[in-house]
């Protein structure tokens, strides 16, 4: 008798802790990315499995963001932190610091071959506009065999910087961070941010890889598409003005010259001179097309649209997804509005 109550007892303490890792792995898991375009992808592959949500919102600007008291509290809440990485998040470690979160983080950029930044130096908010640059050397496609430091010289390194100023935060590696803009790289954040969740919820790993292998698909197919599409624009004419310099990876994947206004910090201002230099180019390139960005002001590329009688052909997504319910606010819905809004604008 004393032995089957002890086996009884045994199994009701089983049946116990059974039931709590179920009721433990029913609750979403609880995902913090740092913009709204990874929190899209982590939705599209995390389905109900995830309560996913995003620091900076959309259409805001990444690149000047000022994290509020209830971003530490919801990243202190967070199971899975997801960041973009190549020091985009440069207000990201003050905030991690802040939360004091410790758990897990995805990088989606790992693994990518990242672009280095056009003109280095240009982009970093020194606000020293008056040094010489060329921007005609800039724009190489071939920019990404370049090793990543090779636009590093002249600057002081990362640490002799003055901590805790204004500019520190808003300053860049030499890295390009917008590695999003190109359908085949969003390929690795996908495989990334599936293999996070996978490790943070091995529960529902199989899930998670099905989704994923159903948004790499439809990525696949937009990628496909987009290179269909732009067949129509002669690549003579595929040259065009936008803000910041957020679309490289894009002018690569599909042989686009993007020439930015300002360097790739949405916040630096560009000098009198650079808008001239610009504006030439501009005139002497025949470039039909410029653009406004969802994250940037319109201030600056209507000076230059009538300056140079290049049509403003609209807006076009970089760093943020639009508002719910725009058809912008979903990653692939942005990579397919920029499209349409570059054919509009591009086609003979
Ligand atoms: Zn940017």
């Known amino acids: 008798m004393k032995m089957r109550d ?9 049946l116990g802790l059974l039931a709590l890792s179920l009721s433990v792995q029913a609750e979403p898991l609880r995902v913090v ?3 709204s375009i990874l929190n899209d992808m982590v939705k599209e592959i995390g389905g109900d499995k995830v309560i996913a949500s995003t620091i900076v ?43 004091g979160y410790q758990g897990p983080q995805v990088v989606a950029t790992a693994g990518i071959t990242p672009l280095a930044f056009e003109g280095g130096h240009d982009d970093h908010a ?5 040094h010489d640059h ?4 800039d724009h190489d496609h071939d920019r990404a065999k370049e090793p990543a430091h090779a636009h590093e010289a002249g600057h002081a390194p990362q640490g002799e910087k003055e901590p805790g100023t204004h ?9 390009d961070p917008h590695a999003w803009q190109s359908l085949a790289l969003a390929q690795i954040y996908v495989r990334n941010i599936s293999q996070g969740l996978e490790q943070a919820d091995p529960a529902n790993a199989d899930y998670y890889q099905r989704r994923a292998k159903d948004y790499a698909q439809r990525i696949q197919e937009l990628d496909d598409s987009i290179k269909a599409r732009l067949e129509a624009v002669p690549v003579d004419k595929r040259k065009v003005i936008t803000s910041h310099d957020a679309f490289s ?10 020439i930015p206004l300002v360097g790739v910090s949405s916040q630096a ?13 501009a005139r002497r390139e025949q470039i039909q097309a410029i653009f406004v960005e969802n994250t940037v002001s319109a201030k600056l590329v209507e000076q230059v649209a009538r300056e140079t009688g290049a049509k403003v052909g609209g807006t076009l997504y970089s760093d943020a997804l639009g508002e719910p319910g725009s058809g912008v606010d979903t990653y692939l819905g942005m990579m397919r509005s920029n499209t349409d809004q570059l054919v509009k604008a591009l086609q003979p």
């Open 6 to 14: 002890i086996h009884s007892g045994r199994a009701v303490l089983a």
């Open 33 to 35: 990315s740092s913009f």
């Open 57 to 99: 919102p959309a259409n805001g600007d990444a690149h000047a963001f000022e994290p509020r008291p209830s971003d530490a509290k919801s990243l202190a809440n967070a199971q899975l932190l997801v960041i973009n990485g190549l020091e985009f998040e440069t207000w990201l470690p003050r905030l991690q610091q802040a939360a």
């Open 126 to 130: 020194d606000h020293d506009h008056d």
């Open 134 to 137: 060329d921007h005609d050397h």
């Open 167 to 175: 500019d520190d935060s808003h300053q860049h590696g030499s890295q």
């Open 249 to 258: 990876y894009m002018g690569k994947a599909y042989d686009i010259r993007f």
């Open 269 to 281: 201002e560009p000098s009198a001179r650079d808008i001239a230099q610009i504006v030439q180019q």
